[in-house]
């Protein structure tokens, strides 16, 4: 089975500065997708990025960058230039790509990142 | 317009009570989920239908039962209220395909609060 880590129950980071949250996962497949979201305090699961294993170039949107290393099983997001509205708790997740016909997300512990003023 | 809406928003109810969450997407997604955030933030999912099919159920006391009247609508309903069923409740829909773009987007959650 499929699991998803994320290491770090909370991080903070000065506004302006750069911050990477952390995520490692275990599995058996070669083929699978990864993704990023935010939830901010009003709950809402937000979807920041996502990454397709088949794919070696490592996804970016705007301040938002990921650094994926496969061979490693690690998934790990950057934000830059970080804002106080990034404040969030932020989900790393892991789905299949095989055609199992579920396509079921697997979701990490969550990060909790502080932005502080 | 609101994607995946979820009514209410809040709950609070008795031990014992029975009570139902409903969950609507406008995406025009074939396949819809149900999850439960615990109080410690872990997310885990119960259920997923595809055209109002059940083909996700994972170990879920079977007080819970999913209801999908048509691919564009996913109710949970919650039979003898327990304690630990306090939790937030989150509806997600994807298209469903399982390709690249098959992202699962998430309603706003039901704070569920059993006394």
């Known amino acids: 089975a499929q699991t998803v880590t994320q290491s770090q129950p909370e991080m903070s980071v000065q506004e302006a500065e750069t911050v990477t949250l952390s995520c490692t996962y275990d599995?058996?497949?070669?083929?699978?997708?990864l993704f990023w979201y935010k939830q901010p305090p009003s709950r809402q699961m937000i979807l920041v990025i996502r990454q397709e294993a088949y794919k070696q170039q490592n996804a970016t949107e705007n301040r938002f960058s990921v650094n994926f290393q496969k061979a490693a099983k690690s998934f790990s997001l950057k934000i830059s230039d970080s804002q106080l509205g990034d404040a969030a708790m932020y989900f790393c997740a892991y789905r299949s790509a095989e055609a199992s016909g579920t396509y079921k997300y697997i979701f990490g512990t969550g990060t909790r990142l502080k932005v502080l003023a | 317009d609101t994607a995946v809406s979820q009514t209410p928003k809040y709950l609070v109810t008795q031990m014992g009570n029975d009570k139902s969450i409903k969950c609507e997407q406008n995406l025009g997604h074939d396949t819809m989920y149900w999850y439960k955030q615990d109080s410690k933030k872990f997310l885990k999912i119960m259920f997923s239908y595809n055209n109002k099919e059940l083909i996700i159920n994972e170990t879920v006391p079977n007080r819970f039962s999913p209801k999908s009247p048509d691919k564009a609508h996913l109710n949970l309903h919650i039979n003898s209220l327990e304690l630990g069923d306090s939790a937030v409740y989150f509806c997600?829909?994807?298209?469903?395909?399982?390709?690249?773009?098959?992202?699962?987007?998430f309603g706003p959650g039901t704070r569920l609060t059993v006394l």
């Open positions: 997600a829909s994807s298209v469903g395909s399982g390709g690249p773009t098959d992202t699962q987007y």
């Open positions: 599995t058996s497949e070669s083929d699978y997708y």
